[in-house]
């Protein structure tokens, strides 16, 4: 089986279908990255990812993590949406505003235990690139280095917004007035819950293709 490398040299060829394999191996962590983020449009942003994807192909190094390349653009392509939905001239800052802010409450919630619930509901209220770095850690089990990638920010920065990250999600759901018993299951187990959350954030929708 073709690995990503060669699969991305044959695209670079001309060769569709193996963009399409790319497409099917990767769909799914999009899919992931937009749930709970721009529940509404997952499918238009998953299209506009795959489509930017397609046309800097020749821009992507071979020695460059494929799904790392196209979660930066699907990072991207997250922000510039919501500057459009916020009407925004200026750009929009992802270590301040929360999806919540632009978005609100999503129109579902894709989760079994109720500490996943409110794990999900919090990470919508913290800054996005905070949530983003939660859930490219423990979703997509990517490396700092892979993920600071993305962020278009040092390792380090990475490693403490982990940290920040969990503060930012105590005091998310200490707004919200959960029990302080669940405050403390939640955060407690919050690696435990955040890589169980991957199993429910599968959805039902399939992978595309890519257009010739």
Not at 16 to 21: C, S, T
Not at 134 to 156: H, M, R, T
Request: glycine share 6%.
């Amino acid at each position: 089986m073709a690995n990503d490398v060669e699969l991305l040299r044959a695209w670079r060829g001309g060769d569709n279908e193996a963009g399409n394999e790319l497409v099917r191996r990767n769909f799914m962590s999009v899919y992931r990255f937009f749930v709970n983020k721009a529940s509404e449009d997952v499918d238009d942003l998953i299209q506009r990812t795959f489509l930017a994807c397609v046309e800097g192909r020749d821009r992507l190094r071979d020695d460059t993590s494929l799904k790392a390349y196209i979660l930066g653009i699907a990072r991207n392509q997250l922000l510039m949406h919501m500057r459009r939905r916020e009407r925004r001239e200026t750009s929009y800052e992802p270590d301040d505003l929360s999806v919540a802010a632009v978005y609100g409450s999503p129109s579902r919630v894709l989760a079994d235990r109720e500490e996943e619930r409110l794990l999900l509901q919090a990470l919508r209220q913290i800054p996005v690139d905070l949530q983003t770095i939660v859930e490219l850690y423990y979703w997509e089990q990517l490396p700092v280095g892979e993920i600071a990638g993305i962020l278009e920010v040092p390792s380090g920065t990475v490693k403490s917004r982990l940290f920040r990250a969990r503060d930012a999600v105590r005091e998310a759901l200490a707004a919200m007035d959960v029990p302080a018993r669940l405050q403390s299951t939640t955060i407690d187990g919050l690696e435990h819950w955040a890589r169980a959350l991957r199993a429910n954030l599968g959805g039902d929708a399939g992978p595309g293709r890519l257009s010739s």
